[in-house]
């Protein structure tokens, strides 16, 4: 994707102050999205809030957070039995001290697994539905105040090659883990129902990535989440929302109409869409000026996200809020080759805000006045 170089400075702004010309606004994009009826939010590492820079910028900036590692089963169940609700609980005060929501990830994946789990899921059916219920009996309860949302499954549905490192051989649409082995392809609808009974209340979610491109890889990817989600609704199965986690790749194309009417496809089956993930990982080659980046990236974002709210979308969140702390930046699988780091969330790396911060600005008030 080129940009001319005059739209380029226009939507890069400026580096400093990344509210352009005039002064950036004063409110966080968590209070100027929820004016538009929007909720807008981030990932949070909790061992990270005692850092005084970070801590400030996500009370600043969100008002809906999600634990990026807390909620996951290796933190909450170290050892079997064993439930570990500190580090959790730390997001919860901290949530509550600054009029933030919470949200829940992930109840079932077939990563961030603890070796014991691995083993109980390899005894059969009956021992791996036991340790599913007993999680949840333990988690959803001890939440319940703070927690009304959860990804309920995250990630169950297979890739059909193309540019992610996840390539597992897949059963029916679903990619092939220690839960399918155990449970069969039910599993899915096993956890939403165990959810549902312990809470009927809660919001359940089905979290998924790889659907927002142009591409075969992506359009492949949207057909089989779809055939899924088409199943569990004609199942009567309890899930009320899917997770979109847009973990944006520039060297992906990207045109709105397929990705809208996925969506829509979505919404038709009475499903609530959340952006749950956002980040922005960028082209192999990028220019050499930081305007200019910035400014591809933030285009992206705005058409992604801005497609997502004008069918329904009513909840963003980037996975985290600076350059700094992103996972972009230390996972060596997704790290930059040339030396410098990925501008993909809304703050560099000293915590201004750049052009992506405008963008979804502008996406929010834009759905504001839709």
Avoid at 320 to 328: F, H, I, K, T, Y
């Amino acid at each position: 994707m080129t940009l001319p170089r005059r739209a380029v400075l226009a939507a890069a702004g400026s580096p400093v102050l990344a509210g352009g010309a005039g002064a950036q606004p004063a409110e966080g994009l968590g209070a100027r999205a929820r004016a538009q009826g929007i909720a807008f939010g981030t990932a949070v590492d909790g061992n990270r809030l005692a850092d005084p820079r970070y801590a400030a910028q996500v009370a600043a900036e969100a008002r809906l957070l999600v634990p990026e590692w807390e909620g996951k089963w290796s933190a909450l169940q170290p050892a079997e039995g064993r439930f570990e609700f500190g580090p959790l609980t730390t997001l919860v005060e901290f949530a509550s001290r600054h009029g933030q929501a919470l949200r829940g990830h992930t109840l079932l994946w077939h990563r961030a697994m603890p070796d014991w789990l691995a083993a109980r899921l390899a005894e059969g059916a009956d021992r791996a539905r036991a340790v599913l219920a007993a999680h949840l009996d333990a988690v959803l309860p001890r939440m319940a105040g703070a927690i009304r949302d959860w990804d309920v499954v995250n990630e169950a549905v297979a890739n059909a090659g193309g540019p992610f490192t996840e390539n597992t051989p897949a059963i029916g649409d679903l990619r092939d883990t220690p839960w399918l082995r155990a449970l069969g392809p039910g599993y899915v609808d096993l956890a939403f129902r165990l959810a549902r009974e312990r809470d009927r209340t809660l919001r359940l979610t089905y979290n998924e990535y790889g659907v927002e491109g142009d591409t075969p890889f992506a359009e492949e990817k949207r057909r089989r989440v779809l055939r899924l989600l088409r199943r569990l609704v004609e199942a009567r199965v309890p899930v009320d929302a899917l997770g979109i986690q847009a973990h944006l790749m520039l060297d992906e194309p990207f045109r709105p109409e397929p990705f809208a009417a996925f969506l829509q496809e979505v919404r038709s089956l009475g499903l609530a869409i959340l952006i749950t993930e956002l980040d922005v990982r960028e082209a192999a080659v990028v220019p050499p000026d930081l305007a200019a980046r910035d400014a591809l990236v933030a285009a992206r974002v705005q058409a992604v996200v801005g497609t997502a709210l004008e069918v329904g979308c009513r909840t963003v969140l980037t996975w985290g809020l600076s350059d700094r702390d992103s996972w972009l930046a230390q996972e060596p699988a997704v790290m930059r080759r040339d030396g410098t780091i990925h501008r993909g969330l809304p703050l560099d790396a000293e915590g201004r805000r750049k052009p992506m911060w405008q963008a979804l600005d502008r996406a929010f008030a834009a759905r504001g006045r839709g």
